[in-house]
């Protein structure tokens, strides 16, 4: 059933450019998951009215990003491992379209290598959000090699809500630090044009990311039991 507003469509329109920016400060780990949405905060920080902002919570809530709590108001979401599951399923589909979609001198290509050498810096710093951000940022460029808008608009709500969940973690090195060379391994096959090559490393690299969520999360549970 399609998500309507009473906002009138002016409104409406500002309500979904605060809902992209709130998403993109997810993924940039702004937000933390569980983490209570000041209304009157958020509203003075972007200028708009409480109204406004409660459409875009309206909107980020229907993309499950955020939960409303009725009589306690909105909760960044946190996303279990099902959810893990079907992101890894999307990532897959998705990303490997973009890897054979590759043309050579793609301007994301470019974008990518820059990020690759931003991550290894911020990765010799020991600079972990950084790193995870600029992991994210990679990724996004990767699927613009598809030249579509709607799959890059579409993408975001996946990394924003993969971003949910290594917010959970308490440590999460080592489910980046591993990823910096696979990303160049990546980038440099896709320069060279072998992209049979890079789709075979994409599956191996999302199935082991995939895996290591995943272990991550069920280890968090346990050491939560034991402090229950």
Known sequence: MPVT???????????IQVADRI?????????????????QQISSQFGVSRNTLREAFRLLSSQGLVEHIPNRGAFVAAPGEAAVLDI??????IQRGAVIAAGPGHPALKRMRELVAQAETAL????????????MEFHRAMVELCDSPRLSA??????????????????????HEPYVALNKSL??????????????????YLLKSERAVLAALQRQKG?????A
């Open 154 to 175: 579409w993408f975001d709500l996946v990394l924003a809500e993969l971003r949910l969940v290594f917010g959970q973690l308490d440590d999460t090195a080592h489910l």
């Open 223 to 227: 050491q939560a039991r034991k402090l």
């Open 5 to 15: 507003s009473a906002l009138p469509a002016e409104d409406q329109s500002l309500a």
């Open 187 to 204: 980038v440099i096959a896709l320069e060279a044009g072998r992209i049979a090559d890079a789709v075979t490393q994409l599956e191996v």
């Open 23 to 39: 998403r993109d400060m997810l993924i940039d780990g702004g937000f933390s998951p569980r983490e209570k949405l000041s209304e």
């Open 124 to 135: 010799d710093l020991g600079d972990w959000q950084k790193v995870g951000t600029l992991n």
């Open 88 to 93: 890894y399923r999307v990532r897959q589909v």
